[in-house]
């Protein structure tokens, strides 16, 4: 016949193992924390960087559209 299989007991877990967890939790909460501060600065200078760059696209394209308009007038104006 077969036996009933008895569960082992085994003490909760003790105050120094969930002062463990809280501490590892406490330490994980103090640098997701700090990423974050980390990331919101990268982004005000990526920002920054990407809107200079837009200006200096905006201002090569107006340059190449001036330069293009005074060969077409010049071309036009002089007779060969």
């Not at 909460?29 to 920002?47: G, V, Y």
């Not at 905006?58 to 036009?76: F, G, H």
């Amino acid at each position: 016949m077969t036996n009933v299989r008895r569960r082992v007991l085994r003490p909760q877990g003790s105050d120094a193992e969930s002062r463990r967890c809280q501490r590892r939790l406490q330490k994980k909460q103090d640098q997701l924390s700090k990423e974050r501060e980390s990331l919101k600065r990268w982004m005000s200078r990526l920002k920054r960087a990407f809107h200079a760059m837009e200006k200096l696209q905006a201002k090569i394209a107006r340059l190449e559209r001036q330069i293009e308009q005074l060969e077409a007038e010049q071309s036009v104006t002089v007779p060969e």
